[in-house]
């Protein structure tokens, strides 16, 4: 606080002589995420510094308005108690709720341009602004960045990026939120394929995770699929550099779709699809998403980032925010720790998922596969919570495994199922009985120090996500896991309670979790047994959180069943 007070004396005597003077003559600058982690993830390393001629394409966050009404509208359009339950938002209107100040469009516009930027281009909400300028343009525009070549990840990916944090002339700080496409790292995929249990042969047993065992554990029916009749669609969205091939879907629904319609293809990929070998989390999400949501329209957004200093997620939320018409239900399972992200970005990004869910989109992110997650801070251990899966505008998806890995019985937790308290949010509304009766009746709680009580708790919901079978470059490939499985078969299944909704002359399901909660999980199976994995010291001893009936922070409310979750969603 001192530290702005300072600031703001110094730049009075040149705050009334036009901002574009101020900002090229006032030396006052700030630091937008000053606490954004700038450390080399492991696995990445430096290939020196860009060549000062080279392009860079950079994403500026212009500040919004409106955002209190912003939230208000979500409560409004969520709550099914509320007579404007349903009544979503196109993405004109949010645009026109939204919209940054003209003054802020052009201070920032006027600042670019003084510096070189070109073709810049807006989005139809006008909140963000993407631009062209050379390594030495931009390096000068934004003191302290300096801009390096990385390679790594598991497909030896280019980004550029900068370790330094930048600053920004003090005048834009009403202005400007955050630049995109400096600091964060594509994350790395944590889906695991993990050895088979041995079994000797028996009568009913199953060898893996395949569309009819989640169809028989979820009771789908064959006639449980989309009508073909509708406008309901459904995406997945894929920041890995990884890519789906259509082949491979193909003949996974020739193994595995033979008892119930499918659809064999994706309607639309939006964003670039590499040519290289297919990855396993990208075929898994479109093969699981199209055979739970079965015969349902199924968009791919891909979304590697068109230019290396691009963040792939940062252009997803981009995308959301240029098409008016769009799939009904987003799964995606991207995350990141926390603590590694700037308070600005996190808050924006946000305020994004708010936008779509004015605009009725549901959005499903995985929780993780870390457990309720672990790190040290000042010699201290701590749980170590995940974003977006924290977020609470998105619905979060725990895993499960079956409690006998052979034979479609009752669910147990998934160790790894990601969960627990955002240090960062805090509690929303519509979960604080819930979370409340948690924390008063759960028999082994972790000791308090270890997590955030009153933050914003997940998952929401959980789904199985041990022990799938993938078909990925043309091979069958056995044990997958992760919630980047569980993720699309809850879609799947929502998009199927949309269709039915749809067909009844209802709105879609929209932001779910307030309904979900008000309805204490009805529809969903309670998952009672077991615990997710922690910090390995001797306070917890690797344990973290434990299910028990009831919401908990490993599975939420639990896993589908089907029929008794259309029977609790479908009227309104």
Known sequence: MAIQILMKLACRPCSLLGLLALITACKCTYSPEPDQRLTLPPGWVSLGHVDPEEELSLTFALRQQNLERLSEVVQAVSDPRSPQYGKYLTLEDVAELVRPSLLTSLTVQKWLLAAGARNCHSVT?????????????????????????????????????????YQLPQALAPHVDFVGGLHRFPPTSTLRQRPGPQVAESVGIHLGVTPSVIRQRYNLTEQDVGSGSTNNSQACAQ??????????????????????????????VVGKQGRGRAGIEASLDVEYLMSAGANISTWVYSSPGRHEAQEPFLQWLLLLNNQSALPYVHTVSYGDDEDSLSGAYIQRVNTEFMKAAARGLTLLFASGDSGAGCWSVSGRHKFRPSFPASSPYVTTVGGTSFQNPFLITNEIVDYISGGGFSNVFPQPSYQEEAVAQFLKSSPKLPPSSYFNASGRAYPDVAALSDGY?????????????????????FGGILSLINEHRILNGHPVLGFLNPRLYQQHGAGLFDVTHGCHESCLNEEVEGQGFCSGPGWDPVTGWGTPNFPALLKTLLNP
């Open 239 to 268: 920041f890995l550099e990884q890519y789906f091939h259509n082949s491979d879907l193909v003949e996974f629904m020739h193994l595995f779709g033979g008892k119930f319609a499918h659809q064999e293809s994706v309607a639309r």
């Open 125 to 165: 909400t006008r909140d963000f602004l993407t631009c062209s300028l050379s390594v030495r343009e931009a390096e000068q525009l934004l003191p302290g960045a300096e801009f390096h070549r990385f390679v790594g990840g598991p497909a030896d990916t280019h980004v550029v990026r900068s370790l330094h944090s």
């Open 469 to 489: 079978w993938v078909v990925s470059n043309s091979v069958p490939i056995p044990w997958v896991s992760g919630t980047s499985a569980s993720t699309p078969v």
